[in-house]
């Protein structure tokens, strides 16, 4: 017994020293994600515009028929001020009929039945408020790259065209919002019905994306 005891006590001795010697670490990580300031866009007045029922008759044979003007309330609210913008992505791009007379690239009403386009529109955006209070409208076709005010007509130019707001009236450059509400308003064109199946139903089917950028 003797012997077991005491090969115990030199083998604790000889391990003491290794044990005084080696480095006994802990490990503290830090993690996280940093992230820009989130932006929510909301049609506050409603997403939907509706036409409601147009009688074939209602419409012109030989020249486009422009609809009703319409408007809705649109507004992006961040959780913090940032300079942001938006795009319109035209998601009937393929089915939009050029306004006669004009040179702009309008969105598309989607098609009838028998592929016949239907239509076009084009949107504007007005009376702009902000946290801050009154803004400029700007717009950039670049990208974002160069910016220049402009009336508030928005047409179909693209992803490329960007759409944001100054500090002030005389802003030539975006500027850091916490919230911005404007005024969409829309308006809308029937081709001529010679162009169109109006024997049977045809449903307006237009839709757009409105995407917000931060910049």
Not at 70 to 83: I, L
Not at 147 to 152: K, L, M, P, S
Not at 163 to 185: E, I, M
Request: aromatic share 8%; charged share 15%.
């Amino acid at each position: 017994m003797k012997n077991i005891l005491k090969f115990g006590v030199i083998a604790c001795a000889i391990m003491v020293p290794v044990l005084a010697n080696a480095a006994v670490t802990a490990e503290l990580k830090l993690i996280g994600t940093i992230t820009p300031a989130s932006c929510v866009p909301n049609f506050t007045g409603g997403s939907t515009i509706d036409y409601g029922t147009i009688p074939a008759s209602t419409l012109n044979a030989a020249e486009q028929s422009r609809l009703p003007n319409k408007s809705t309330s649109f507004t992006v609210t961040c959780d913090a001020p940032v300079k942001f913008g938006f795009s319109v992505i035209d998601e009937r791009s393929a089915t939009a009929v050029a306004e006669t007379g004009s040179s702009f690239q309008a969105y598309g009403l989607g098609a009838a039945d028998n592929g016949a386009n239907i239509g076009g529109y084009w949107l504007s955006i007005n009376n702009g408020t902000a946290d801050t209070g009154e803004v400029e409208k700007l717009r950039s076709l670049d990208g974002g790259v160069t910016w220049e005010a402009f009336a508030g007509n928005i047409y179909a130019d693209g992803e490329a065209a960007v759409f944001a707001f100054g500090d002030s009236v005389s802003s030539q450059t975006p500027t850091a919002h916490k919230s911005v509400s404007v005024d969409l308003d829309v308006f809308a064109y029937i081709d001529k019905t010679d162009n169109l199946p109006i024997a049977d139903e045809i449903k307006i089917d237009g839709l757009a994306t409105i995407e917000v950028k931060y910049l």
